[in-house]
C-alpha cells in the first residue's frame, strides 16, 4: 500500500473500539431540515410557526428554531475504484466547484475510496489547499469499499460540534468491502445526528446511497452529462447552508431509535428531514 503524506485516517479491516465517540447525549435534539417548492426551489425564510415536529406520532414542542444561514462543515469522499475511473476527472470537477462555493466559516475535509481509504486531515475553508489535495492526492483504482469509508467519513467528524454532512461521490455499490458495514454507517448517522448527501454521473447509479440519503434528511442527485456542473454544486452548497434548524427536548432518554416527523402547515411544500433520531444520555 502507497504511503500519503496527508493521510491522516486510514481504514483496518477490524474496526477499533477506541473510535472517537458519537455526539454525546444532550437535553435538546437539533433536527436540519430543508424545505423546497413544487419546483425545486429552495423555500429559505419560513417562520417557526409553519413547522412541526411529532416523535413516535406524537407531536413536540418546538423549543428551538433557526431560520438563519448555516456553517457547513463537511466530509467529501470521491469514489476512485476502477469502477468509476472514467468519472475520476468529473468527480474532481465538481468537488472543486464545490470548493469554489465555500463561504465565511465553511469547512470541507477530503478523502477517497478505492485502493485505500484516505482522509485528510485538513478540515479547512483554505480553497488552494483543498484544491492541492484534489489534485495530488487521488489514487485510482482497486475495489469500493463504499460503507468502510461512510464510516469513517463520519469518525473524522465526530468531535465536530457544528452540523455534520457526509458527502459521497460514487456509483453506490460497495465491492471489496463488508456489506456488514452498512448497518453501522445507518447506526452512525443515526446517532451522531449527520446528514448524507449523494452524487453521481447519470447512469452510474447511486444504489442504496439513496436510501440512507433520504433517512437522514440529506439528499442525492444524479447528474446529467450535459448539466452545469458549476451550478449543479453551487446549487447543492446552497441547500445546505439554508437548512432551518428545529430543536426539541425529547419526551425520553432512552438511547433508542425513535422515529421523527417534521410536517408543514403550508400545502404545495416538500421537507427533508431526518426519520429518526436517538435520544442518547448525557455521559459523566
Known amino acids: ?85 472514467e468519472r475520476l476527472l468529473w468527480f474532481r470537477q465538481a468537488v472543486g466547484y464545490l470548493v469554489d462555493a465555500l463561504q465565511g466559516d465553511d469547512r470541507l475535509r477530503i478523502g477517497s475510496f478505492g485502493e485505500e481509504i484516505a482522509i485528510s486531515p485538513h478540515l479547512t475553508g483554505d480553497q488552494d489547499l483543498l484544491k492541492r489535495i484534489l489534485r495530488d492526492e487521488l489514487w485510482p483504482g482497486g475495489g469500493t469499499p463504499l460503507w468502510r469509508a461512510m464510516l469513517e467519513g463520519i469518525y473524522s467528524l465526530a468531535s465536530e460540534g457544528d452540523r455534520r454532512v457526509v458527502l459521497v461521490m460514487s456509483d453506490g455499490v460497495n465491492v471489496g468491502g463488508s456489506r456488514l458495514l452498512e448497518n453501522d454507517v445507518r447506526r452512525g448517522a443515526v446517532e451522531g445526528g449527520f446528514m448524507i448527501y449523494a452524487l453521481s454521473a447519470q447512469g452510474m447509479g447511486l444504489g442504496l446511497l439513496k436510501d440512507i440519503a433520504e433517512d437522514t434528511g440529506g439528499g442525492y442527485l444524479e447528474v446529467r452529462a450535459d448539466a452545469d456542473l458549476k451550478e ?7 441547500e445546505l447552508r439554508h437548512q432551518y434548524m428545529l430543536g426539541f427536548t425529547p419526551p425520553v432518554i432512552d438511547g433508542k431509535p425513535h422515529r421523527l416527523t417534521v410536517r408543514l402547515k403550508t400545502s404545495g411544500l416538500r421537507v427533508r428531514a431526518p426519520q429518526e433520531y436517538v435520544p442518547q444520555p448525557k455521559r459523566p
Do not use: C, H, W
Open 1 to 85: 500500500m502507497r504511503s500519503v503524506a496527508v493521510v491522516a485516517v486510514v481504514v483496518s479491516i477490524a474496526l477499533s473500539p477506541q473510535r472517537p465517540a458519537f455526539r454525546g447525549g444532550v437535553d435538546t435534539v437539533e433536527v436540519y431540515a430543508t424545505v423546497s417548492d413544487r419546483g425545486g426551489r429552495l423555500v429559505p425564510n419560513l417562520p417557526r410557526e409553519e413547522f412541526q415536529l411529532l416523535s413516535d406520532g406524537k407531536p413536540v414542542e418546538l423549543t428551538v428554531f433557526s431560520n438563519e444561514i448555516q456553517t457547513l462543515t463537511a466530509v467529501v469522499l470521491i469514489d476512485t475504484s476502477g469502477s468509476t475511473v
Open 232 to 238: 449543479t454544486m453551487t446549487r447543492v452548497a446552497e
